[in-house]
């Protein structure tokens, strides 16, 4: 059951986001935009603390999920999100004081051999069956669009819905937007216990009459009762999916689009050119590890050979917040009034004005639309016991 809308005397809602990264502001921006009274608490003593940062910013609506077949809702509220994001790019620029880096470029895919020639197909036709933009590019649309791709592509398609954005630059533009529309910040304030009720006590003493968790792969806060007992919320941790990624310097006759390889894909923005990612589930520490990035920059120098000698700027570890089915959680938790936003995996930059939509409707006007019923955060928990009665009954 969704929470009712409750209206206060001077007409707001009074709500807590927990955690400052994209999806938190992201939600936080869109509630305040709704008429709500909004504070993040984030544990970092400023923005950034969380994986966000370390995101290569792509929006791949297409690339990303065109192939999961079993996935239709995350493939359209990936298609609803690509949609959303060149207003939201505008918003946040108006609002935030800038740009975001928002490119409308499109991505390449390229192909180097029969069997990746193979996988390109198929890619086009789900692309195709999805209603998907794609174009198929000749040699010579490569070497007009694309001249930096000398390292043996066989084949290449052209995503031009398939946007990226400076996550990093996004994420402090939407601080300074939020600031400016009068949602507090309460910074390194890790919540690690509220108290619920009709309302809910943060540990600075501040209440709220709802909370979005929002707190990436970090550790959920825990919840009691106004006597002391605690109350379940039924949400899963997060599995951790660390990525690494290899920052080099902008070259002469380097990439201008995103370009992905089945192995490596290289995203360039103005001040490097990000060659990523690891994906490594199970781990959570950040470690950069000089074999993984060298094969990093192996990978990205033999599709893009001018990127062979570009001197690295930096190298980053990042863990991404897993779930067992690969999508997010978003709404409302066991506990009415908490609302989680929670598992965006390797796609929270591209989710987040889709999520921020989609948690606003549950939040304040306790609505969820169809795209969010996919997305229940409490379907592992019903799974469980399916699976619970399921044994029982054998
Ligand atoms: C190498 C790599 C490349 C990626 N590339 C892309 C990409 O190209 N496109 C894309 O869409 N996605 C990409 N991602 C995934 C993307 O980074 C994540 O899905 C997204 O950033 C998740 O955002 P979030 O707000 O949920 O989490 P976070 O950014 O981690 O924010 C959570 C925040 O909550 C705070 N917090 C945690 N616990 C508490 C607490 N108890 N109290 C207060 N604060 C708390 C943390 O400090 C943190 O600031 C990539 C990830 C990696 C690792």
């Given at each position: 059951m969704p929470a009712q809308p409750v209206m206060r005397n001077n007409g707001s809602l009074r709500i807590?986001?927990?955690?400052?990264?994209?999806?938190?502001?992201?939600?936080?921006?869109?509630?305040?935009?709704?008429?709500?009274?909004?504070?993040?608490?984030?544990?970092?003593?400023?923005?950034?603390?969380?994986?966000?940062?370390?995101?290569?910013?792509?929006?791949?609506?297409?690339?990303?999920?065109?192939?999961?077949?079993?996935?239709?809702?995350?493939?359209?509220l990936a298609r609803h999100a690509g949609m959303l994001w060149p207003d939201f790019a505008?918003?946040?620029?108006?609002?935030?004081?800038?740009?975001?880096?928002?490119?409308?470029?499109?991505?390449?895919?390229?192909?180097?051999?029969?069997?990746?020639?193979?996988?390109?197909?198929?890619?086009?036709?789900a692309c195709q069956a999805r209603d998907l933009p794609v174009r198929r590019m000749s040699a010579a649309d490569l070497k007009r669009d694309e001249p930096a791709l000398t390292g043996g592509a066989k084949a290449a398609l052209m995503l031009p819905e398939d946007r990226q954005v400076d996550a990093q630059i996004v994420l402090q533009r939407l601080g300074a937007a939020l600031s400016r529309a009068g949602v507090?910040?309460?910074?390194?304030r890790k919540v690690e216990r509220i108290v619920g009720g009709q309302v809910f006590q943060m540990p600075d003493g501040e209440r709220f009459d709802r909370v979005v968790l929002a707190t990436g792969s970090g550790p959920l806060p825990a919840f009691f009762g106004p006597r002391g007992a605690p109350l379940e919320?039924?949400?899963?941790?997060?599995?951790?999916?660390?990525?690494?990624m290899l920052a080099l310097a902008p070259v002469g006759g380097g990439p201008q689009h995103v370009i992905h390889a089945r192995d490596v894909y290289i995203a360039p923005k103005s001040r490097w050119v990000l060659v990523g990612a690891t994906s490594e589930r199970g781990r959570a520490d950040t470690e950069v590890e000089p074999a993984s990035v060298a094969a990093l920059r192996t990978r990205a120098a033999a599709l893009v050979p001018a990127l062979a000698d570009a001197p690295e700027v930096t190298a980053w570890a990042g863990v991404r917040p897993g779930t067992p089915d690969d999508a997010p959680m978003i709404g409302q938790t066991a506990i009415p009034g908490v609302f989680a936003a929670l598992g965006h995996y390797r796609n929270g930059v591209l989710f987040a004005p889709a999520t921020a939509e989609l948690v606003a409707d549950q939040v304040i006007d306790g609505k969820v639309s169809p795209l969010a019923g996919a997305f229940d955060p409490l379907r592992f928990d019903k799974q469980a016991e399916a699976a619970h009665s399921a044994l029982q009954r054998d």
């Open positions: 807590a986001v927990v955690g400052g990264g994209i999806i938190g502001l992201s939600a936080a921006l869109e509630m305040r935009a709704r008429g709500a009274d909004v504070a993040v608490y984030e544990s970092g003593i400023q923005l950034g603390a969380g994986v966000t940062v370390r995101a290569a910013g792509m929006l791949g609506s297409a690339f990303d999920w065109a192939l999961e077949a079993d996935q239709r809702s995350l493939a359209a505008a918003r946040i620029e108006r609002m935030g004081g800038g740009g975001v880096e928002f490119s409308k470029e499109g991505a390449i895919v390229v192909a180097r051999s029969d069997a990746e020639i193979g996988w390109l197909e198929t890619l086009a036709a507090g910040f309460k910074y390194g919320h039924g949400l899963i941790e997060m599995i951790p999916v660390k990525g690494q």
